[in-house]
């Protein structure tokens, strides 16, 4: 008679310093938690662009960027460039995501689309955010 230990796949062996032997069975992939609502989900963005390795910058893809960006940290205010192919300058480096400007003022990472903001003649500041949403 053969036991479930006997008949466990087995994927390696090891030898402790004492001379004795463990036997490691294969792992069993753990079930999804109950209620946790998750199934598995597959990718559903679309593949980055690239050009000469390059990821395209963020801003490319709106139909209209803003000129420039604008941020009060720490009290003072940042100013950042759009540049035509939708990069951003800030501090004299240039950068292809709005995040990455953000840390470039703030020294830490930072979600680049809330963090900037953008002048609306007429309407004050906007956050960059709303120019992804209104599926611009």
Same mark, same amino acid.
Not at 1 to 18: C, I, L, R, W, Y
Not at 113 to 121: A, G, L
């Given at each position: ?7 466990? *796949?087995?994927? !390696? @062996?090891?030898?402790?310093? %004492? #001379?004795?032997?463990? /036997?490691?069975?294969e792992a069993k992939p753990? &079930?999804?938690?109950?209620?946790s609502g998750k199934k ?35 009290? *003072?205010?940042? !100013? @950042?460039?759009?540049?035509? %192919? #939708?990069?951003?300058? /800030? ?6 995501? &709005? ?38």
């Amino acid at each position: 008679m053969t036991t479930k230990k006997q008949n466990a *796949t087995v994927k !390696k @062996a090891s030898k402790s310093a %004492d #001379g004795k032997t463990w /036997v490691i069975p294969e792992a069993k992939p753990k &079930p999804a938690k109950k209620g946790s609502g998750k199934k598995a989900q597959v990718a559903t963005k679309t593949p980055v662009e690239k050009k000469n390795g390059k990821r395209t910058p963020a801003l490319a893809s709106l139909k209209v960027a803003p000129k420039e960006l604008v941020v009060t940290y720490k009290g *003072t205010e940042h !100013k @950042a460039k759009v540049n035509e %192919d #939708g990069t951003i300058t /800030v501090n004299n480096k240039t950068f292809n995501s &709005p995040s990455r400007a953000g840390k470039e003022v703030t020294g830490r990472e930072v979600d680049g689309w809330t963090f900037w903001s953008y002048e609306v003649p007429g309407n004050g500041l906007k956050k960059l955010n709303m120019l992804r949403k209104v599926g611009n």
